[in-house]
């Protein structure tokens, strides 16, 4: 069984920054990709970023330029960095490693931007 574990959300106020830390329970190398979705209030879960097996990073079109995904191979560990935030991207944000035959999901942490 797969467990993903997320850390670093909270509060910040517009224009901050905060940093998504997600460590997985395997090598992150077993999947074929790993990453980050978000789901706010009333909306549907929505893909933020996520990197391949092979380091090629995917990304939303409201996130490039603000968001950056990468790993620490030797720690398991996936972050994703969020710059300039908004109100908008307040949200829960999840955690998510695939295989060919498996989706897995982290418990979810909150981020939300407001002043």
Same mark, same amino acid.
């Given at each position: 069984?797969?467990?993903? =574990? ?5 509060? =910040? ?22 990453? #980050? ?5 009333? $909306? ?19 996130? $490039? ?9 030797? $720690? ?13 991207? @307040?949200? =829960? ?5 695939? @295989?060919?035959? @498996?989706?897995? #999901?982290?418990?979810? @942490? ?6």
């Amino acid at each position: 069984q797969v467990q993903l =574990v997320e850390s670093g959300g909270g509060l =910040v106020q517009p224009g901050g920054s905060l940093r998504l830390s997600c460590a997985a329970s395997g090598s992150i190398f077993s999947f074929t990709s790993v990453g #980050w979705y978000r789901q706010a209030p009333g $909306k549907q879960r929505e893909l933020v970023a996520a990197i391949t097996r092979g380091g090629s990073p995917v990304y939303a079109d409201s996130m $490039k330029g603000r968001f950056t995904i990468s790993r620490d191979n030797a $720690k398991n560990t996936v972050l994703l960095q969020m710059n300039s935030l908004k109100p908008e991207d @307040t949200a =829960v944000y999840y955690c998510n490693a695939r @295989t060919r035959s @498996t989706d897995n #999901w982290g418990q979810g @942490t909150q981020v939300t931007v407001s002043s």
